[in-house]
Structure formats: structure tokens, C-alpha cells
């Protein structure tokens, strides 16, 4: 799908875009290209902390070599069943379109699994990504066609207010006072996070002591007006091979903190056995806001 802009807004002002021709534009002239490959930038240099912020090209090709691998697909699949799970309940209308934002989608793995599943079960549905590395964006809006891809943060969102089903933050930075505004009353957050023995087996060839698992209540998310609603894990065995491994360790903040005696150790095995335990838990937002 090509940006249409019918939830966007404009990051400057927040008036609604509209596209003309290959650009979007709002009421007071603030203009924005689409990109050849079919994403938008809409992170003004003001919010950015870097010249070049998130992922970096090198980081953003290791999670597209590893993700190949399918690895990962367990919790994609899973995700995929708890989100058409929320959204035949969501829906009341089935002429509105059924709209769900990916924040912090990286290169598009979850959201292009997550549009298939979501317009094979629905006929209209509307799906975003949103990612503050332009690296990212570019590599999914190229892989993904049916998605509309964003360069953004999630802490400034540049989408209309109250439009949203569902939003998905994997592995991500949640923002909940910004997420709370983008949904709908009784609209859903899935957050998909590590589980305490999730990559337990890397993680012990790095450090050389564990600290206790402990699960972030994040109170500004009920200060935010959502609530804790339903929560669910998955947990599986998964062997890698040299080449996954070393992906694996290239889009992971561990390689960071490993000694170059633990990066050589970690380089020279041919394989690792390692337990991918995931956490899903679902905050839905109050009617009353």
C-alpha cells in the first residue's frame, strides 16, 4: 500500500496531511516527500537525538539475516493469534476501517505477518509502522508493500488522536500517554517482551552473573488511563547455527557489553541451543477516556 495519509497529521502543528502527487502537505504549507520506496519521514530534526538515531544499516540487515531463519516466527505466530483474538472483539462497525500501528517496527517482520493474518480475517484494515531508525522504515517499506511506513518517534506520534483498534510495541520503548491517545475507546496495547529465560544460554556466556528477572509494572500506564487487562507467554528451544548466531549477537544490546574474550569464545562456536521465552501482555484503554 502507498501512503494515502488519511491518519497522518503533521509533526510541526498536527493538522491533518493530505497527499499531492508524491508529497504530504498540510494547511500551513509544511511539506513532506514520500519516499521512492514508498515511506515517509515525518521526524523533524528537533526530536531527533542523533544525526541518525536507532538501528544502525549494519544492526537493521543481522535482524532481516536472522529473522529469515524463522526463529522468531513462534512469537510472530503467536502475536498474530492474540491480535485477531482482540480484534473480533474490536470491531462493531464493519464498514470503519480496523487500523493497528506497529511502534517501534523496525523492518516490518511483525507488521507484514500481522497484516496478512489481520486481511485474511477482515476486509478492511489499515496497518502502520513506525520507527524512529529511517534505516529500518526503508528496509520494510521496500519488503512490505501493503503496510504505511513512517520515520517517527513514539514519544510524538504523527497520527490522528483516538483512530487506533490496536497498537503492537515489540521489544520496544512504550510510550503510554502517547499510545493512550492514538487508540480508541477500548482500543488494545500488546507489548511483546523477553521472558526471564529468554536467550538465557547467550546471556550466560556473556555476564558473568545474572541479575533477578523482574518484571516492569510500568505505573505510568495506568496513570496514562489503560489498564491491565490479559497477559500470556510462550516458551521454546530453538538451535542456531554460526551464521544465526552472529546475528542474533549483532541486533541485541549483549554484544555491547561482551569482553573480547567472550565475543571471540561466542565467534568460534559452530552452533547454540538457546530457549526464546516470551512475554505478551495486553492493556486496554479506559472508555471514560
Known amino acids: 500500500m502507498s501512503i494515502t495519509s488519511d491518519l497522518m497529521i503533521c509533526p510541526m ?10 508529497s504530504l502537505h498540510c494547511q500551513h504549507n509544511h511539506q513532506f516527500d514520500i519516499a521512492r520506496q514508498g515511506y515517509v519521514n515525518l ?19 543481522a535482524r532481516r539475516d536472522f529473522l529469515t531463519t524463522t526463529a522468531y516466527q513462534g512469537i510472530s505466530d503467536h502475536l498474530n493469534q492474540l491480535v485477531l483474538a482482540e480484534s473480533n472483539v474490536n470491531i462493531t462497525d464493519t464498514s470503519a476501517p480496523f487500523n493497528l500501528l506497529d511502534a517501534g517496527c523496525g523492518e516490518g517482520y ?16 489499515q496497518t502502520f509502522g513506525v520507527d524512529i531508525a529511517k534505516f529500518a522504515i526503508l528496509a520494510a517499506a521496500k519488503s512490505d508493500k501493503k503496510s504505511q511506513y513512517i520515520v517517527a518517534s513514539n514519544k510524538h506520534l504523527p497520527l490522528l488522536d483516538a483512530h ?5 510495541c515489540a521489544f520496544g520503548f512504550p510510550c503510554f500517554a502517547e499510545f493512550a491517545k492514538k487508540l480508541k475507546p477500548n482500543g488494545k ?46 516458551c521454546y528451544e ?16 549483549h554484544i ?11 565467534e568460534n562456536l559452530s552452533e547454540l541451543n538457546i530457549t526464546i521465552d516470551i512475554n505478551y501482555r495486553i492493556l486496554t484503554k479506559n472508555s471514560a477516556e
Open 256 to 266: 555491547h557489553k561482551a569482553s573480547h574474550e567472550k565475543k571471540k569464545a561466542l
Open 110 to 125: 511483525y507488521l507484514a505477518r500481522l497484516n496478512q493474518a489481520l486481511t485474511n480475517a477482515h476486509n478492511n484494515v
Open 164 to 168: 487506533f483498534d490496536i497498537i503492537v
Open 13 to 22: 502543528d498536527g493538522s491533518i496531511l493530505k497527499r499531492v502527487e508524491n
Open 238 to 253: 530453538q538451535l542456531l547455527d554460526k551464521s544465526a548466531l552472529a546475528n542474533l549477537l549483532l541486533m541485541t544490546p
Open 43 to 61: 521526524l523533524p530534526v528537533q526530536f531527533k537525538r542523533s544525526r541518525s538515531p536507532g538501528d544502525t544499516k549494519e544492526m537493521v540487515q
Open 189 to 234: 496495547l500488546i507489548l511483546v517482551e523477553s521472558g526471564e529465560k529468554h536467550l538465557i544460554e547467550l546471556r550466560n556466556k556473556i555476564y558473568p552473573s545474572l541479575k533477578a528477572y523482574q518484571q516492569n509494572p510500568y505505573p505510568d500506564a495506568i496513570e496514562a488511563g489503560l489498564s491491565w487487562y490479559k497477559q500470556d507467554n510462550i
